[in-house]
């Protein structure tokens, strides 16, 4: 009796279910089409608001071309990308209207050119108009402190939304691996969109390090240690990476910074066809004016990090296989040592890094002989490269390296982290000779470290030439061309 009702109870609350079915289907249709009449009429507004917005005083219609920024008063090398392309259009467009969206609304437009003429030693031909986003801590890492890819990915859809409601261009760039926005500006804005990643938000990489229960900066022990945590991660990184390869797929033209997020975009996006490599502009030319000779000018031997401030940058990493390097025995006979770490602070959790670092240089007894300079100007960037014996970098998987080719073309020899873009496109072999070295543990840095300074002057100097006869392919003017070339397709 008691199974024959509840056979009857499943049967009736099938019927309810039936009941539900048609109803709940047409109001979800009918939500649909409001939801599309009203994405259609915000199209057609924007459309209005970009027509009215760029007939110039002759009263002809004039080309905008944004780019979208929120950093652009940063001193790292994404900036330096910035300022060289907004350069070579100018220099191919000099008509069009040229915009910055960025969050750096506590300086004006005047100081942020003065500053990327300070630091990387570039002049725009004609003046550009930067439109300041009051919600730029939408995308502060700090703002989540779980979820953070999604969070920051979501939050920038809204610091997109604050942008084209101010201003609606005709080309859209995204030249800081915000790709979340890139489809309210194509399919909302009717823009002609493209993309510049220096760094996949989510790669292979990544994954493998969540479901492999290694502990990283992007994946905290305690999740390590619990195998259902990890797999929820693992979940969670999956889901992301699907839905950031659709939103980049929307991307008309795709360039990225090295062969290694090559290889990660096209996983990821499948845009084979409109995807590109086009290498960071390096100034190149700037460093290589700097004579050989007049290298080790002073008693000592410098060791130079240039990177900024940022967690994945490792400069923890630095300063520990500094202190083993000057405990080995090795260099007891070498004249003094100083590493002087060179970077830009974006924040004040870049600051508190900082003095972090400055703490563990305190612990590990080596604070006499680590130097740290923040924000410098470019002459002086310049004059350390100039004295540097060894160039360091330690980043995991870092996307290029503008650092490691500046450090090289200053003649120092670099020591790069063996992953990404310095092991496949910078570090390699010239001509069949050595161009710099390649390390991955404190241990591995500090004997390559005592390795170097261990060479003869002369071994060192014929590896500082084939490491200075190997940049030229990051030049700014091998960057114009191949930029040019590959956002020709968004001017047709």
């Known amino acids: 009796m008691a199974a024959t009702e509840r056979v009857w109870c499943l049967c009736e609350l099938l019927r309810f279910f039936n009941s539900l079915f048609l109803p709940g289907l047409i109001v979800c249709g009918t939500l ?40 652009c008063n940063a001193g790292g090398g994404g900036e330096r990308v910035l300022w060289c392309a907004l ?17 750096d ?81 194509k399919y909302l804005g009717s823009c002609r969109v493209g993309s510049y990643v220096h760094y996949p938000t989510i790669s292979t990489d990544m994954l493998s390090v969540v479901k492999n229960q290694n502990v990283g900066f992007n994946n905290a022990a305690f999740i390590t240690k619990n195998p259902f945590l990890s797999k929820v991660k693992l979940i969670y990184y999956y889901l992301f990476a699907s ?97 002087v770490l060179i970077g830009g602070c974006r924040n004040q959790d870049d600051e508190l890094r900082v003095n972090q670092l400055r703490k563990l240089s305190e612990d590990l007894g080596v604070q006499e002989d680590v130097e740290f300079k923040i924000n410098i100007p470019f002459d002086e960037l310049k004059n350390y490269l100039s004295e540097a014996t060894i160039g360091l970098h330690t980043m995991w998987n870092e996307h290029f390296g503008i650092g490691v080719v500046e450090c ?22 010239h001509g069949g000779e050595v161009t710099g070295f390649l390390a991955e543990s404190e241990d591995g840095y500090a004997e390559t470290m005592a390795h170097i300074l261990s060479m003869s002057a002369e071994k060192r100097l014929q590896i500082r030439n084939s490491a200075r006869a190997s940049v030229s392919r990051f030049s700014d003017q091998e960057f114009e061309v191949t930029f040019l070339s590959s956002v020709e397709k968004l001017f047709k």
């Not at 350069?87 to 969050?103: E, I």
């Not at 000779?293 to 940058?313: G, I, W």
């Not at 090289?408 to 072999?429: E, F, Q, R, Y």
């Open 32 to 71: 649909c089409l409001c939801l599309v009449i009203i994405l259609w009429r915000i199209r057609v507004l924007l459309q209005r608001k970009k027509n009215s917005a760029s007939v110039g005083k002759n009263g002809k219609n004039k080309m905008v071309i944004a780019f979208f920024h929120p950093y």
């Open 87 to 103: 350069r070579a259009l100018q220099k191919k467009y000099p008509t069009a209207v040229y915009v910055v969206y960025t969050g």
């Open 105 to 185: 609304v506590n300086v004006s437009s005047q100081q942020i050119q003065e500053g990327a003429f300070r630091r990387f030693n570039i002049r725009l031909i004609h003046p550009v108009k930067f439109v300041f986003l009051r919600k730029r801590y939408l995308v502060e890492d700090s703002l989540y402190p779980h979820f953070t890819l999604l969070g920051q990915s979501l939050g920038s859809i809204f610091l997109g939304w604050e942008a084209l409601m101010q201003c609606v261009p005709d080309i859209y760039i995204d030249s800081m691996g915000y790709a979340f926005t890139l489809p309210l500006f």
């Open 243 to 339: 839905i950031y390869g659709l939103v980049g797929s929307c991307s008309d033209v795709v360039m990225v910074n090295s062969s290694w997020t090559l290889n990660h975009i096209l996983s990821l996006w499948k845009v084979g066809h409109c995807t590109n490599i086009v290498y960071p502009p390096c100034d190149v030319q700037t460093f290589l004016d700097i004579p050989l000779h007049e290298k080790k000018m002073t008693p000592r031997h410098l060791l130079v990090s240039v990177a900024q401030f940022r967690p994945e940058k490792n400069h923890a990493l630095q300063i520990r296989a500094f202190a083993k390097l000057l405990n080995k025995k090795e260099t007891e006979s070498l004249p003094s040592l100083k590493l």
């Open 408 to 429: 090289m073309a200053a003649g120092t020899i670099i020591l790069a982290h063996n992953s990404g873009g310095p092991k496949l496109d910078i570090v390699v072999p």
